[in-house]
């Protein structure tokens, strides 16, 4: 099951560890309102931090203001769980923007989180900075981190000045994101870049489906099992049946119930009341939804083929591995 993150964003909630989004503010309040909130369930959640800051936020004002809803972050600082630094140490480093040094500096402090005990790395970057000459090297530099971010335990914030972007450079990031986080009659929202509403609508709609089978188990056309603690197939529907032949003879040890100790395992000593998970069964993929009866001591199996969704997936990486990637690439 995809780890959630909380990012103590209300308008948000949790997301998975990858995700790279940004904010279009106008003032110094709107800058608080989001990166407050943001670094302090970082700090709460075991996060190493980085505030990457720049007009009209700078780092002093920063600490301050995230001082107020954190009362111990002298500690935090101290322990050097959170960095705050003004852009001119970070992004200006040495007096001009090199992306591959900038994400180079990314990667070298994520492995440092890691390995002192964090759970990964938390940033945000105002580009209040950034002027007309530097930005077509900087949104190349966030299309990249946005295509590299998702392999890593790392959440992205970048935020940028309504009033230094037009309406052609708010497509451009919108593009180089997951999605926007805008102000809208006092109130924030968000706007969806197409790849992640088309991600969402996917997923609910596989949901919303398995969902609606799960009461019609003879009649649905996708496979679903109940299974017992110890691996034992106690139920099989027509269409498992006619999918995996030889499901009830192989138990446990087929390719569909991989390391199933380990997975019944977890969901009760977490007490979860559901996992998901892709399985690859020979040139098959398929999504299962795994429910847990306690009363039963049962679990209930939802599956369904997921093959062409993989190869979409398989597709876009090896499409980006056609430039380089600064967040694996370590080489000088």
């Not at 203001?65 to 600082?77: E, G, K, N």
């Not at 929202?189 to 996917?202: D, H, P, V």
């Not at 139920?235 to 100790?261: I, S, V």
């Not at 009341?273 to 795994?290: A, C, L, M, T």
Request: glycine content about 6%.
């Amino acid at each position: 099951m995809e780890e959630l993150r909380e990012t103590g964003i209300d308008v948000i909630g949790d997301v998975p560890w990858g995700t790279h989004f940004c904010q279009f503010y106008q003032t110094k309040q709107d800058l608080i309102d989001i990166l407050v909130p943001y670094f302090k369930a970082g700090l709460k959640n075991n996060e190493y931090c980085m505030w990457i800051t720049a007009e009209p936020l700078m780092a002093e004002e920063a600490r301050q203001a995230l001082s107020r809803a954190v009362p111990r972050l002298s500690s935090h600082l101290k322990k050097g769980q959170i960095h705050i630094l003004p852009y001119t140490e970070w992004h200006l480093k040495g007096g001009s923007f090199h992306a591959r040094r900038v994400m180079k500096g990314w990667v070298k402090r994520l492995e440092s989180a890691l390995d002192k005990g964090y759970a990964g790395l938390r940033l945000a970057e105002n580009t209040f900075w950034l002027e007309r000459p530097q930005w077509k090297r900087f949104m190349d530099y966030e299309a990249q981190a946005n295509a590299a971010t998702g392999n890593h335990r790392i959440l992205a914030l970048g935020s940028y000045s309504l009033d230094r972007c037009s309406g052609t450079d708010v497509m451009d990031v919108i593009r180089a994101h997951e999605f926007a986080l805008v102000k809208q009659e006092g109130e924030w929202g968000i706007f969806e870049g197409l790849s992640y509403q088309a991600t969402k609508r996917a997923l609910a709609e596989s949901q919303a489906e398995i969902a609606h089978l799960a009461s019609f188990p003879e009649v649905n056309p996708n496979p679903v099992l109940e299974v017992d603690v110890t691996g034992d197939i106690k139920y099989l529907n027509p269409a498992a049946e006619r999918r995996f032949r030889n499901l009830l003879t192989k138990g446990k040890e087929h390719a569909f119930l991989a390391n199933w100790e380990s997975l019944a395992d977890k969901i009760r000593s977490e007490r979860l009341s559901f996992v998901s998970r892709d399985i690859n069964v020979g040139k098959s993929w398929y999504e299962q939804v795994v429910y847990y009866v306690p009363s039963i001591e049962r679990f209930r199996i939802y599956a369904r083929e997921v093959t062409e969704r993989k190869k979409m997936v398989e597709a876009r990486r090896k499409a980006r591995e056609e430039y380089p990637n600064p967040w694996i690439d370590k080489g000088t």
